[in-house]
């Protein structure tokens, strides 16, 4: 049987939508609301995107700024959030035409510590590490937080097999981790698993990222 995956990762690049934006205001969360719109009179694309917690003045002042804008306007308003409508300039760089030809699916696209956080569902691996292999060759950061499979009974995807070439504490992370279970979507968090091994989050972060970074291109690479 086929298996289905999800997976969770950060993407970074300095043409990315609104990067520039992401990395001048302090704490902003910003959430994509739909695909890139394209009208024949105009040459970038549209999207629309929900902003919360920030400044609204320092954000509408950075957009001004950044080169991945073009032009926008608040379409709705509320007291701590807004939904703005973007016109994205041509030097915008986009993953998302990629994502589709692959006959990926993005389930979520948001900002998390000013980068972009992709989920996507795949219908086989193989088509992940094609949009990894994409994101190489266009110079984008990818770093693959989690991959697990859609299956109700089935696991994460292991860490820990003999052909993944992990140090002695990437192995301890690894099993501590998936023990948690941070590799399953209600499991451990980040925070609760970082305690349990005596590290702070940052560190975690850093192992996690290189383990999955390992498994990854054991998974994917010819």
């Not at 999800?6 to 934006?21: C, G």
């Not at 073009?70 to 998302?96: A, C, G, L, N, P």
């Not at 980068?115 to 266009?138: I, K, N, Q, S, V």
């Amino acid at each position: 049987m086929t298996r289905n995956f999800i997976a969770e990762m950060i993407i970074s690049h300095p043409d990315l939508p609104l990067t520039p934006t992401i990395r001048t205001v302090d704490g902003v969360e910003i959430a994509v609301e739909s695909e890139p719109l394209t009208y024949p009179d105009r040459s970038g694309s549209i999207l629309f995107y929900s902003v919360t917690n920030c400044d609204f003045r320092a954000f509408d002042s950075a957009l001004e700024t950044d080169h991945t804008v073009d032009e926008w306007e608040v379409t709705m308003e509320f007291r701590d959030h807004r939904v703005y409508q973007i016109y994205h300039t041509r030097e915008t760089k986009f993953t998302s035409p990629e994502i589709a030809d692959l006959g990926l699916q993005v389930l979520s696209s948001r900002t998390v510590d000013r980068d972009w956080e992709l989920r996507l569902h795949a219908p086989d691996r193989e088509r992940l590490g094609d949009y990894w292999e994409f994101c190489r060759e266009e110079d984008i950061r990818f770093d693959l937080e989690k991959i697990y499979s859609t299956e109700s009974q089935a696991s994460a995807v292991s860490v820990g097999h003999a052909e993944v070439a992990l140090t002695e504490r990437q192995r301890e992370v690894a099993r501590t981790a998936a023990r948690m279970g941070y590799y399953e979507p209600e499991g451990a968090s980040a925070a609760e698993v970082a305690d349990e091994l005596g590290i702070s989050q940052s560190t975690l972060s850093t192992h996690l990222r290189r383990i999955m970074a390992k498994v990854f291109r054991h998974l994917f690479d010819d």
